[in-house]
């Protein structure tokens, strides 16, 4: 059993990069990316998504990438040489015009960013890239390791609930019975009595009594409780995710429980079937954090 919150980073370091990828993943009943690339990037973008989700089945997972050069990426300077000659030629052509002394030197275009451009060289980004797809796997990595963590105490907390229903049905199976038995005493007390001054019938009165009887019968919902427990106790040491089969399940041991509820006729088997009840209902709040 794994959680479905959990935190990861992957840090690495070479040739004068650095990449760091950071996941975090959030409670989502389905599977859903939020990729955060650096610039340019998308092209890795299917790559990056079909390595997350070899790893995660269920949640929100949002994953941060910064690449960082450690030195100056190559650089080099580009001179418009036409437009640097037309500087020159207006300066020269305004002395001559009002009569100022001396040729235009190198300072009056040195400061033009227009003739004089600093262009970075293309890089090669796939060996960034191989760097972050191993920042992703160790990211991924400890973001599991959190994960079983947080699903190891769910476990605990899940067995503990069911061993805790487990330990009701007895009750509620005796309470059960005693219920049944009293409801056929009280009808069959209350038609003698209707029916003192008429000849009765002990067979017809014993299977009206039965039916009376099977108004608050719940020998077939306990029945199927046991069974959605034992799938439920099944789930909880299978691999893989699980999260939606063990909603399933609890949505079916609720439905058994409140069906017992709505038939008990007894105030201690109402007591009891309300204590179960709190027990799955809790269990279906902390399904919520369960891939």
Partial sequence: ?????????????????????????????????????????????????????????????????????????????????????????????????????????????????????????????????????????????????????????????????????????PRIERLAEETRVEVMKTFEARIRELLAALPVNEKRLHEEASIASQHGDISEEITRLKTHLEGLEGLLDRKGPIGKAIEFLLQEINREVNTMGSKSQNAALSQVTVEVKAEAEKMREQVQNVE
């Avoid at 990861?8 to 650095?18: F, K, L, S, Y």
């Avoid at 950071?22 to 989502?28: A, G, P, S, V």
């Avoid at 890089?123 to 796997?137: E, F, G, N, Q, S």
Wanted: net charge positive.
């Fill in 1 to 169: 059993m794994r959680s479905m919150t959990g935190f990861g980073r992957g840090e690495i370091e070479r040739a004068g990069v650095r990449v760091v990828a950071e996941i975090r993943c959030l409670n989502q009943r389905f599977l859903e990316l939020k990729l955060n690339l650096p610039r340019g990037w998308g092209e890795y973008e299917a790559e990056i998504r079909k390595t997350i989700q070899a790893a995660v089945a269920r949640g929100r997972v949002e994953l941060f990438i910064k690449c960082t050069a450690l030195k100056a990426p190559p650089a080099r300077l580009e001179v418009n040489e036409n437009l640097a000659a037309q500087y020159v030629a207006e300066l020269r052509r305004l002395g001559k015009r009002l009569h100022l002394a001396g040729e235009p030197g190198i300072d009056a275009i040195l400061n033009r960013p227009e003739i004089f451009h600093v262009v970075e060289e293309e890089t090669d980004r796939r060996p960034a890239v191989k760097l972050a797809m191993a920042a992703i796997k160790g990211a991924l990595k400890a973001l599991d390791a959190e994960r079983v963590r947080e699903g190891l105490s769910l476990r605990r907390d899940f067995g503990e609930r069911v061993k805790r229903i487990h330990d009701a049905l």
